[in-house]
């Protein structure tokens, strides 16, 4: 799998509601070795897309339609300012991946300290993760860059996320894992996600 992100400040939030419905209606359906993606926007205006394929090279091929391309003018508007594009080739699932019943996204850029120590670390979280949350409905992980992460965590809903969130105070493979962050977290919280 292959994970796309685009992140960037909305101005126009018709606009890019209006761009990701023609998307889904006249772009979507040719997209190539496209897998499903989620979406939304945060409270502070950042809006967040994460768009999963079979390869790069469908990523690719998706990003060279002309369609596309006219699609990307035509929503470019609706950003103020520069958008960030991010290409994941290294990407994993927590708990089965993304959840399209989630009513709550959160997602996290970081920094690994070890990459490889990292994700072996979340592998051996998932199992105790499904016990100690049931709140928690899934996840991915993509690998960007040198060290970087963007993670995605699927919640049932905000409210049950930020109550559970204060049991895994303390936890020992959680504090585990946040010495293997370089540097500090930077979130995007998605409270009315989208699924494609």
């Keep these: 799998m292959f994970l796309q992100i685009m992140q960037g400040k909305v101005r126009d939030a018709d606009l890019f509601q209006q761009q990701g419905d023609k998307w889904r209606t006249d772009i979507k359906p040719g997209a190539i070795g496209y897998l499903g993606s989620t979406s939304g ?8 897309v994460l768009a999963r394929f079979e390869s790069a090279e ?15 003018e035509q929503i470019a508007p609706a950003f103020d300012g520069e958008v960030t594009f991010i290409d994941c080739p290294v990407v994993d699932m927590i708990a089965g991946g993304g959840n399209d019943q ?10 690994a300290v070890n990459q490889q120590e990292m994700r072996d670390i979340g592998d051996a979280m998932t199992a105790e993760l499904k016990e100690l949350r049931p709140d928690v409905l899934g996840g991915i992980v993509g690998w960007h860059g040198d060290r970087q992460f963007t993670q995605a965590m699927y919640f049932t809903s905000e409210a049950e996320a930020r109550k ?33």
Excluded: C
């Excluded at 469908?58 to 990307?72: G, I, Y």
């Excluded at 105070?169 to 010495?179: F, H, L, T």
């Design 41 to 48: 926007v945060s409270p502070d205006g950042t809006a967040v």
């Design 58 to 72: 469908a990523a690719r091929a998706n990003s060279e339609r002309p369609e596309q391309a006219t699609w990307w």
């Design 164 to 196: 559970a969130e204060k049991t895994m105070s303390g936890d020992a493979q959680v504090e585990e894992w946040d010495k293997m962050l370089d540097g500090e977290l930077q979130f995007v919280d998605l409270i009315d996600p989208t699924y494609d």
């Design 102 to 111: 989630a009513g709550f996204v959160q997602v996290m850029h970081g920094r």
